[in-house]
């Protein structure tokens, strides 16, 4: 229960990226699959050379961030489906993970010492403490991205995301904003995957493998739990959201389910996460909230506009 | 402020769909122009705003703003001196975000992004301000998503937001097109108003020839890709739709095709029975 928890609160990183992704920019990035093992291989290769675990971390950042530039650069300067542009990045980085890992499919970290290491000498580890600590450096995360979102630049990216022409009428390049939101998304994803590799004491090649499943997984069930009235709830939505899904993969370990069962959850939980919506009980529980919602803020403008009109394609979504 | 120098546009170039958009447009804008353009369906109206806005390169000729060399420049760094304000409400704002957060977005329009807050005490009391001029309340609903505003007060919304940054040159495509006459008519009015205070250089596309004439100091009259004539505020002045509409009627016994798409002619039948201009 505890470790679920744990795992899901390092998870929630990669997840805030693939929200940033998925969401903000309405991109779904594929790269994450592998963008998580780059970030894992070069921290446990820094940490396994002697270096410092901390600089192994921000290392897996940065990687992770070139593989996001690679599928920014080939979305958007060799116009390639951004679909397409994931998968190819993927695929090639399979190889360059395997490079990076000196050719060997997993590399031990159990007894070098990481970032965890403090947390495990003091008795932290798996206990209530743990768990603050931890949350404590994910909400550091979850500030920063939401700071950044609140920011010109970051509002940029939001409407990138939103409407392309309208911000590009304002001057914004939409090519550097995807590249851009792509590098940050991947670096998350490349840091969430070290400190992975260094919770569970090992990196291995297939360690990313269906990531952006649980990643979509950890957003829509946040999300659709806790809405997405402001980008400071919508992340706090996809922290709760990857820590429920840990807990919902414990507790089918626990009802006897195999390890090897978990990719089928993750998509079951997933689809199950996008059809609910659609149920008629549901669509008139959401229709209900966005007509209360467009009242309350017709009721301040216009006197007498009569009933608010939600026009228009992505009204209706959320974010 | 604005030369467009022979522009020419084919789109499809060498294909059976070959067709010729613009035909060697040549306009000079002076600053403080306001100047409305009409024209049948496919006479390039548009094409040649989206020239000037940079969504479209075109094939040959130049375009300057201000002495400026801008032809090849794309429709972001073409930004820089020109805002626009798109026929669709849905297309001028962003509907995931605020309204502040919307103008936050405008008022850096052509500028650089950096890392400080884009919506700021000071700067929410400015918006305050601008807003308060639409007249629709929305200065006290800041915090709101433009998602749930309705299409008249996006596409006031976006009107303010296209000018509020004292843009160079102002470019409407049929920004009232898509509303009905009373949402339109207070788009339109505001406008007028903006146009005005801040004696903005603008060009209007409209298929409606009562606007058209009534707004702005010159006229011009575009088809097949060309510019067929122009009027001045004079010669506006004492013209008349059915003027107009004459003629347009000239070109349909030339080409043998209508000449007018269904919009138009029903905005004249209804101009015309009202026994207005």
């Known amino acids: ?319 | 402020m604005l030369t467009i120098t022979d522009v020419r546009k084919t789109f499809f170039a060498g294909t059976v769909n070959e067709r010729v958009a613009l035909d060697g447009v040549s306009l000079t804008v002076e600053p403080g122009d306001f100047v409305t353009v009409i024209g049948s369906n496919g006479a390039g109206k548009s094409t040649m705003l989206n020239t000037v806005s940079g969504t479209i390169i075109p094939d040959s000729g130049s375009i300057q703003v201000s002495g400026d060399q801008v032809t090849k420049l794309g429709e972001h760094k073409k930004a820089h001196w020109i805002s626009r304000v798109f026929q669709d409400p849905m297309k001028g704002s962003s509907p995931n975000l605020t309204i502040e957060q919307n103008m936050a977005i405008a008022s850096r329009r052509g500028k650089s992004r950096g890392l400080s807050l884009g919506v700021t005490r000071s700067r929410k009391q400015q918006f305050r301000d601008e807003l308060a001029k639409l007249e629709l309340g929305l200065e006290n609903r800041l915090g709101a998503k433009v998602g749930l505003l309705s299409g008249g007060q996006r596409q006031a919304l976006s009107l303010l937001m296209a000018t509020f940054s004292s843009p160079e040159i102002l470019l409407l495509d049929e920004h009232t097109a898509a509303l009905d006459p009373q949402r339109a008519k207070h788009v339109t009015e505001l406008t007028e108003r903006m146009v005005a205070e801040q004696h903005l250089t603008t060009i209007m596309v409209t298929h409606n020839m009562e606007q058209a004439l009534r707004l702005g100091n010159r006229l011009i009259m575009m088809h097949e890709g060309k510019i067929l004539f122009e009027l001045s505020e004079e010669q506006k002045a004492k013209s008349t739709v059915s003027d107009l509409l004459s003629e347009f009627q000239k070109l349909q016994t030339v080409s043998g095709e209508p000449t007018l798409d269904d919009a138009t002619l029903l905005e004249t039948v209804r101009v015309t029975k009202e026994g207005k201009p």
């Open chain 1, 1 to 319: 229960m505890i470790a679920g928890i744990e795992l899901g609160l390092i998870y929630a990183v990669m997840a805030l990226g693939v929200y940033l992704t998925f969401r903000v920019l309405d991109f779904p990035d594929l790269t994450v699959d592998q963008s998580f093992t780059t970030g894992a291989a070069t921290a446990a290769m820094i940490i396994l050379g002697g270096g410092s675990p901390w600089l192994g971390t921000i290392a897996g950042f940065f990687a992770g961030a070139l593989a996001g530039l690679i599928t920014g650069l080939l979305h958007t300067k060799a116009h390639i489906n951004g679909l397409l542009a994931g998968i190819l990045t993927m695929t090639a980085l399979y190889s360059i993970n395997l490079r990076v890992m000196d050719g060997k499919a997993n590399l031990a970290l159990l007894r070098e010492d990481t970032v965890f290491t403090p947390l495990r000498e003091a008795g932290f580890q798996g206990s209530f403490v743990g768990v603050l600590l931890l949350l404590v450096g994910v909400l550091l995360v979850k500030v920063l991205l939401d700071w950044f979102l609140y920011t010109d630049a970051g509002l940029a990216m939001q409407a990138t995301g939103d409407n392309p022409d309208m911000i590009r009428s304002f001057g914004v390049n939409t090519d550097n904003q995807k590249i851009l939101g792509l590098c940050l998304s991947n670096g998350m994803v490349g840091l969430s995957g070290a400190l992975v590799a260094q919770y569970q004491g090992f990196a291995d090649i297939g360690m990313g493998i269906g990531l952006i499943v649980v990643g979509l997984a950890s957003v829509i069930l946040g999300q659709g739990i806790f809405g997405t009235r402001t980008v400071i709830i919508a992340t706090a939505a996809v922290i709760f959201g990857s820590v429920l899904y840990r807990l919902v993969i414990t507790a089918a370990l626990q009802l006897g389910l195999n390890p090897s069962d978990m990719k089928l959850i993750s998509a079951v939980l997933v689809v199950i996460a996008l059809v609910l919506p659609q149920m008629t009980f549901f669509k008139r529980w959401n229709a209900r909230r966005k007509d209360r919602e467009a009242r309350k803020v017709q009721a301040g403008v216009e006197p007498g506009a009569g009933t608010p009109a939600t026009v228009g394609g992505r009204t209706g979504e959320g974010r």
